[in-house]
Structures are given as structure tokens and as C-alpha cells.
């Protein structure tokens, strides 16, 4: 799979990319709903992470397993079972044990399932996040899967942490607005944040 | 009613004050005519999926006392409803199907599987969900189409390269989000 | 040879007009207003305007760093200059007083970093960059943004401005601008003097403040003859409102400075009377029917992003050549625009019909919703038995102690100042005075209006109860959120009166 920028992602054992090089929401850009929205404290910003994480640790798992037993076509409906049924148990669990945290991250945990990470990250094939890459050329094993996860979570704890800190000087960035301006600023910082995006023929 | 309507455009906007479907709403190539097509693209898929998602919910989960089913079910309606869309495109409308247009309903899903969870949490009838989704698309195309503007503008700024694209997409949304903030009626 | 000639490119003729000159002519055109605001908002105004001025050079000399040295370096080309002087006068009085100096500072600095430079620098900023840091402070500091205006003077004391308060002075006073609001706002005479000034030198499109001003008056004439119809004395009626329309807010200073800034608004000539009179239209829309007391600055924000789409669709046709694809594709994304809105329109008719047809599932989860609210509940009265009651006017629950019927508990929402209503509890003794109430949900200004929800606020209604009349002053500077209060607790009494004369 080719990610936006042209690089080779073949799978490899170095998960500490993920989280630097690679990192999912400032470099690939995947996962931005849940990181604009699920972030408005460092703690909201970690459950959001947690809980991705683990629905794209048990879903990289469990589908690489089946892989091989699901016919081409329906591959990408089986794995978003999959996904849906992690995503599922997550979400009880949550509400059962952190009914704040629940309410918190509100509709952006059923999200998950649809989140461009845990589609690229869980090795769907022929998913569109990526691309349209062909079916199987990105396998991502458990230790990318890993690392995709932590990359993610660190990722949110920041935008968290940021927004939480701002909004005690400057209340906005709390609200809407400064999800969005946070999220700017540090990609912005973050630096060559990718490619072409703004070629008219680009790859989307 | 009306109430509904215009706050799923503007205060509970999708894109901007919900932070549903981002993704593509900020890497906007192709411009503004794209955007527009997009839009509307993105309305059926939206209105198609949010009944069969209701009536699913309504008419099979609720009697059977399945509602931890739901978002199973939400995702594997939403994939039928965006294939058959789809399909239906390709027969009836070949040029918008030519058009790739579908491609940016993929980054969507977010937004589109959102209304519907957002139309079962809260409760809505048949009609009020029927208004509400139709708001919620409306204010995702309208937030799409004034980001396709700005950002076909700001294409040719100067300015670093670190700036360009998705930060200066951010920031202007960042803006847009604040004016939806008091759009209140 | 290259040495003898210098190769210039064209224009080979140039006017005396530079960006410079332009811009140095904007803030000679604000002056006016300046001393105005200083005249009637003392030394604090100064103190704002200097602050936001400075604040906004400085923060762009520290971006451009360019090569002209000096004092010459640090005025730049003006336009930084422009965009402080213009946040500075959006801002409230109270912007000025030493403790809340960092306001202008700030608003500044935002405009300049944010609003202009991330985007480019001059001349791509999508939004006025003196607009967007308004937007972040207003945003962050709604209190301090929106409900402390000082009468002029040099100690005021607050007060509602004229659009709150729906007048009590006089039109020549607005002219003037002897009147409480934000520091450029209030003088029509000084704006308008700039505005002259402006559009002599021809810096200015007409079609701006044109459309702007032209669709307010259309706009408030009509509203003018829908409220008291045409009679002999409507015109001059309405040209009073017309008049209060324009003088009032920031509609002229809206008009002929913000609204024109040329990277902000349509080149077209068509475009330029499209945004104004788009402009002008959702002002005079907001101000009537909208809740916000000013929508001027987030109308021309809303406008800022639409100026792209303007300019692309209101092009004028070439000589000799004409876009068909492109009127055909207006055409038919108008047209399915038009279905969308009918179909919306028929959806809410749809929607009445099907609501009186169905009591439906949404009543049942209203239901399970109060079952659920147990702990509120023992905070208006407390009971060990709870009957579940309905009546057509809605649900409420009988309260029972030791078997006994002690009192009643009643879910209400009733409109405030936020978007969505107040919901709240009101609990009633069995001679139906209130014995406590409390608010579940509301979407009241942070800080400001849910002052009207604090627990000793509300214990104000114990005992009260209809045939007394319920006598709530509410809590100064969250009137609305008061008074959405008020009305939710006689709604509720009301309910419970007529259960208690059926008898139920």
C-alpha cells in the first residue's frame, strides 16, 4: 500500500514509527473526527485513544486469523463485523464502568468502527482510506497494529492536553473552534505534514 | 420541527460544530464544483441510510430487545445503502458515477453512520428523523461548499509549505465553526 | 550591455495610489470615529485603541522582518494598522480599563497571526482578520464581550445597549453617537464622515455600503409594514426605523469599513452589490427575528466565506462568448436545491400531520426519561413514592410519604436565552406552592446565564405559587435565562392546577 505520500509502508517490526514518522492523526491524517472531537481534556483524549486502540489491537487479531477462510468479496463486511462487534463490547463496557467518560466521548465510540485507522491499520482489504490499494498489500501485523495504536493515543493525549490547557486561558479552546485551531496549529508545527493535497489531481 | 431543521444546519452542524466527516471536508481537492456534486451525493446517501437505518431499528431491534445490536447493524446498513447508492448511480446517472464522487463518500462514513446513531439517540419519529438528517446534509454540503471556496483561493497564497493545505482548512474552519456557534433562531 | 539597461516590467505608468497610500487613507478615515469614541468613552477608549493598534504592528513586524529599518519599518504598509484600529473599535468599553487591556492585545494578535498570516499575509486572508479575533474573543469571554457597556462618560455605569432596550434615545443622539456601546459603533455622524471620505477617493466601492445599507431599509420598511400596516403616518414610521436600523450597532461601521476591505469581499461589480445586499438582508434578519442583540460581525464573517463563491458565479460574461455549460449547471444545481427545500417543507408538513397521528414511542421514552431522574427529584420534594400520572398537557408525578400524597413533580422545558430549552423539575405541595426547583438541562451562556440556576436563585420560588403570583426578579444580566425560569414554573403550576380541579 502506498500511504498518501508516496512512501513504502511494507510491514516492518519497528512500531516506534507509529508514532513519530508515521504518526496517524499529524502525518497520515487518519482518525481526525474523534480527534477534533473526542478531545476536549487530556483525559476525554486518552479514553478516545484506549479505546480505539484496543478495538484495532482485537480487530488487526481476530482478522488476520479469518483472513484466509473469508471469500474475496465479502471481505470488507466481515471485517467491519468484526470491528462493530469490538467496537460494541467497548462501548458496554464503558458505559458500565466510566459512565462519564461514556457520555464524554458520546457518539464518536460507535465511530470507531468506521475510523480510517482502524480500517488501514487492521488490515481491511480493499479499503478506500487507503487509496484503494490492492487487497492485501498492506498486512499490518499486531506489532504495527501496536504501535498504530499507542502513535494514536499519544497522539490524543496532545490535542487533549493542548486544549485543556488553553481553554484555562482562553476558553475557546474548549469549544468547536479551537478543536479546530489546535488541530491546525500542531499540524502546522508538526511540519511536512504529506503531499500534494492541493493539486487539483490529486490522488482522492 | 422547523427547529430541528435549522439547527441540524447550523448550531449541530456535522462538519463544523460536530466534527463529523472531517476527514474529507478538509482535504478538499477538485474544488467547488466537485464539492457541490458531492454534496449532493452525500444527501441521498445520507437520507437513504438514515430511514433504513431507523426502520431497522424501530421495526427489528426494538421488538426483538436487540438494541446492543445497533451499531452492528448501523455499519452493515450503512455499507448496503452506500453500494446500492452506488450501484443505482452507475446505472441511472452514469456521468455523476464518472465523476468519482463516491470516492469522497467513503471519507464520509462518519458522518453519514453519525446522523443515523445521532437520529436513534435522540429519539426522533419518522418525520422528525426525515428532517433532521435532511438538515444534517444540508449543513454538511453548505459547510463543504464554503471550505471548497476559500480553499480553491488560498491555493495559490504565499506562505510556507507547512501552512498550506490541511492547517490553513483547519484554521478557516476553525472560523466558520465559531460563525455556525450563533446562528441561533 | 545589461549594465546600461534595466528591464522593467509593465505598467510603465503608474498612479500615485500604493498599497501604502490606500491603506494610511483607511485609518485617516477612521479618525473621526476614533476621536468620537474618545470623546464620549474618555481615556479608556485611547487606551484600547493604542493597545490594539500597537499590539497588532508589532505582532506583524515580528512576522515580516523586513529590511527597511526603523520606526518606517515597524508602521509597515498599513494594514496591520487598518486591521488594529478596527478590532479595537469592536470592542467594548471595558476593553479599556487597565485590568482588561490584554483584550485588544490579544484580539490583536490573533488577527494578525491567525487571521492574516497563517493564510498567507496580505491579500489572502479568507476572513477580516479584525473579525476573526473579535470572533475568538467573543467566544472565549462572552460576559465581557457582550453585557457590560458603559453609558459615556468617563465613569459609566453599565447598561443595555440601544438594541437591547429597543431605544429610549433619541435618532439625533444615535447621530451623534452620545449612546453606550461598543467604541467605534456608536457615532453615525463620524462614520459617515469617513465613509465620505472613502468613497471620494474612490477606495471604496458605492455597491458595498449600497446593497448593505439599501437592504436594511427594504428589510425594515417591510417590517415596519407588517407591524402596523400602511397608514397614512407609515412612511414616516418607517423611515424612523429605517433611520434607528442604521444608526443603531455596528451596521454603518459594518458597513463602509468592514464589509469593503478589498480581500474579504467580491471583485465582480455584480458580486460587490450581491454581498452587500447579502449582507444587509441576513443583518436586518437577525436583528428582527434571530436572538442575537448584534449579528453584524458574524454576518460578515458568514459573508467572508461566501465572497469565493460569489466571485466565481456572478463573472461577467465575456464580449462575444457566453458559459451555457455553466448556466446549465447553476440551472440544475438550483433546481436541486429547490427539491431539497421542497422536500424539506413537505417533510414539516408531513411531520404535523404524522405527530397528531401518533402518540408513539418518542411519549414512551419521555416517560422512562423522568423515571430516571430520581436524585433531582428529592431536591424539589422529597417523597418515598413516586405514581406516574399524565395528563394531555404532559406527564408529571404524584409524590406520595408514608402512603400519604404529599405533592407533585412536574418536567417542563420553557424557551431561554440558549437554542435549546431549559428543562427543569418544578416540585408543588399539595396546595400546589412550589416547594423546590430544579434545572436537568439548558443551553444557557456559560457564566452568564446559568447565574439564574444557583441553588439559592431557585430556592426564591419556594412558596410560591400561582394565586400569589409568582414574583421572580431574576438575575440582572441573564434576563432571558431568568425568565425562561419563571415561565417554566408557571407552566408547571398551571398544569397542576387544572389536575387538581379535575380532580385526578
Known amino acids: 500500500m502506498r500511504a498518501q505520500h508516496g512512501e513504502d509502508l511494507s510491514p516492518s517490526f ?191 | 420541527m422547523f427547529s430541528v431543521f435549522l439547527s441540524a444546519i447550523f448550531v449541530n452542524n456535522l462538519l463544523l460544530r460536530q466534527f463529523l466527516g472531517v476527514c474529507p471536508g478538509t482535504m478538499l481537492c477538485g474544488g467547488v464544483r466537485k464539492a457541490i456534486a458531492s454534496g449532493g451525493v452525500i444527501f441521498c446517501i445520507m437520507m437513504c441510510n438514515s430511514t433504513a437505518s431507523w426502520l431497522f431499528d424501530r421495526y427489528v431491534l426494538l421488538p426483538l430487545n436487540a438494541e446492543h445490536l445497533q451499531i452492528l447493524f448501523s455499519v452493515l446498513i450503512l455499507l448496503t445503502t452506500t453500494w446500492s447508492v452506488e450501484v443505482l ?24 453512520l453519525g446522523v443515523a446513531l445521532l437520529n436513534l439517540r435522540k429519539g426522533y419519529g419518522f418525520a422528525e428523523m426525515l428532517v433532521h438528517s435532511s438538515g444534517a446534509a444540508i449543513g454538511f454540503s453548505l459547510a463543504l461548499l464554503l471550505l471548497a471556496g476559500i480553499m480553491e483561493r488560498l491555493r495559490f497564497a504565499p506562505g510556507s509549505e507547512r501552512l498550506k493545505g490541511m492547517p490553513q482548512a483547519l484554521v478557516a474552519a476553525a472560523v466558520l465553526s465559531a460563525v455556525f456557534h450563533f446562528v441561533v433562531l | 550591455m545589461p549594465d546600461e539597461f534595466e528591464a522593467v516590467s509593465s505598467p510603465h505608468i503608474r498612479g500615485e495610489e500604493t ?156 447621530f451623534i453617537g452620545n449612546i453606550p456601546g461598543c467604541l467605534g459603533e456608536t457615532s453615525a455622524l463620524a462614520i459617515l464622515l469617513g465613509g465620505a471620505y472613502l468613497m471620494r477617493k474612490r477606495h471604496i466601492d458605492w455597491r458595498i455600503p449600497g446593497g448593505f445599507l439599501g ?67 441576513l443583518v436586518a434578519l437577525v436583528r428582527y427575528y434571530g436572538r442575537l442583540p448584534e449579528g453584524v460581525y458574524v454576518v460578515l464573517l458568514l459573508m467572508n466565506a461566501l465572497t469565493p463563491l460569489i466571485d466565481k458565479y456572478t463573472v461577467p460574461t465575456t464580449f462575444g462568448g457566453g458559459d451555457r455549460t455553466m448556466n446549465e449547471k447553476i440551472g440544475s444545481i438550483t433546481a436541486l436545491l429547490v427539491a431539497i427545500l421542497l422536500s424539506a417543507a413537505a417533510l414539516t408538513g408531513a411531520n404535523a400531520l404524522v405527530k397528531r397521528l401518533a402518540a408513539g414511542p418518542a411519549s414512551e421514552r419521555a416517560q422512562i426519561h423522568l423515571e430516571e431522574l430520581v436524585a433531582p427529584f428529592n431536591r424539589v420534594i422529597g417523597g418515598d413514592g413516586f405514581l406516574r400520572s399524565a395528563t394531555e398537557k404532559g406527564e408529571y408525578l404524584k409524590v406520595f410519604k408514608g402512603g400519604e400524597l404529599v405533592g407533585y413533580i412536574v418536567q417542563v422545558s420553557s424557551e431561554g436565552y440558549g437554542y435549546d430549552d431549559i428543562v427543569m423539575l418544578v416540585g408543588a405541595d399539595t396546595a400546589l406552592a412550589v416547594t423546590g426547583v430544579a434545572v436537568l438541562e439548558h443551553d444557557e451562556t456559560r457564566g452568564v446565564g446559568d447565574r439564574a440556576f444557583a441553588e439559592d436563585v431557585l430556592a426564591r420560588f419556594r412558596g410560591r405559587s400561582l394565586a400569589a403570583g409568582i414574583d421572580f426578579d431574576g438575575v440582572s444580566g441573564a434576563t432571558r435565562s431568568s425568565a425562561g425560569v419563571r415561565s417554566g414554573v408557571e407552566k408547571a403550576l398551571a398544569m397542576l392546577a387544572e389536575v387538581v380541579r379535575k380532580g385526578e
Open chain 3, 215 to 281: 437592504t436594511m431599509a427594504a428589510v425594515a420598511a417591510l417590517h415596519t409594514a407588517g407591524v402596523r400596516g400602511i397608514d397614512a403616518a407609515f412612511w414616516g414610521a418607517a423611515w424612523r426605523e429605517i433611520l434607528f436600523q442604521w444608526f443603531s450597532g455596528a451596521a454603518l461601521l459594518g458597513a463602509f469599513f468592514f464589509a469593503t476591505c478589498y480581500t474579504t469581499s467580491p471583485a465582480t461589480p455584480r458580486g460587490r452589490l450581491v454581498y452587500g445586499a447579502g449582507c444587509g438582508l
Open chain 3, 19 to 174: 498599497i501604502d497610500s490606500i491603506m494610511w487613507d483607511v485609518v485617516l478615515a477612521l479618525l473621526p470615529v476614533m476621536i468620537a469614541s474618545v470623546v464620549f468613552f474618555g481615556a479608556a477608549a485611547l487606551l484600547a485603541l493604542l493597545a490594539s493598534t500597537f499590539a497588532a504592528l508589532f505582532c506583524e513586524a515580528a512576522v515580516l522582518k523586513e529590511n527597511r529599518g526603523g520606526v518606517r519599518r515597524f508602521f509597515g504598509d498599513g494594514s496591520a494598522a487598518v486591521t488594529g484600529v478596527l478590532l479595537g473599535l469592536s470592542l467594548p468599553p471595558i476593553a479599556g480599563r487597565t485590568e482588561y487591556l490584554w483584550i485588544p492585545v490579544l484580539g490583536s494578535a490573533v488577527a494578525i497571526l491567525v487571521g492574516k498570516h497563517f493564510f498567507g499575509g496580505l491579500g489572502w486572508n479568507p476572513f477580516n482578520p479584525a473579525l476573526v479575533g473579535r470572533a475568538v474573543l467573543t467566544i472565549s469571554f462572552p460576559e465581557l464581550m457582550a453585557n457590560l457597556w458603559t453609558v459615556p462618560g468617563i465613569d459609566g455605569f453599565t447598561s443595555a445597549t440601544p438594541l437591547r432596550t429597543g431605544g429610549g434615545y433619541t435618532l439625533l443622539q444615535k
Open chain 2, 89 to 112: 448511480a452507475a446505472k441511472l446517472l452514469p456521468s455523476v458515477y464518472a465523476g468519482e464522487h463516491f470516492r469522497l463518500s467513503y471519507g464520509t462514513h462518519c458522518a453519514v
Open chain 1, 14 to 204: 519497528h512500531p516506534v514509527r507509529w508514532i513519530f514518522r508515521e504518526n496517524p492523526v499529524f502525518r497520515l491524517l487518519l482518525g481526525l473526527c474523534p480527534a477534533l472531537g473526542a478531545t476536549s481534556t487530556a483525559m476525554n483524549g486518552f479514553a478516545m485513544g484506549a479505546a480505539t486502540a484496543f478495538v484495532l489491537l482485537c480487530t488487526n487479531a481476530t482478522f488476520s486469523l479469518v483472513k484466509r477462510l473469508v471469500p474475496r468479496t465479502v471481505g470488507i463486511a466481515v471485517f467491519l463485523v468484526i470491528a462493530a462487534a469490538y467496537v460494541s463490547i467497548a462501548d458496554m463496557t464503558l458505559k458500565t464502568f466510566a459512565p462519564s467518560i461514556h457520555r464524554a466521548l458520546g457518539i464518536f465510540i460507535p465511530l470507531i468502527v468506521v475510523n480510517c485507522l482502524i480500517l488501514v491499520g487492521g488490515g481491511a482489504p480493499a479499503s478506500a482510506c487507503s487509496g484503494g490499494g490492492a487487497p492485501g498489500a498492506f498486512s499490518p501485523s499486531f506489532a504495527d497494529a501496536f504501535g498504530m495504536g499507542l502513535g494514536f493515543l499519544l497522539s490524543l493525549v496532545l490535542i487533549g492536553a493542548v486544549r485543556q490547557i488553553g481553554s484555562a486561558y482562553l476558553p475557546v479552546f474548549g469549544m468547536p473552534p479551537g478543536a479546530f485551531l489546535t488541530l491546525g496549529l500542531l499540524l502546522a508545527a508538526a511540519g511536512r505534514s504529506r503531499n500534494g493535497k492541493n493539486e487539483p489531481s490529486g490522488k482522492r
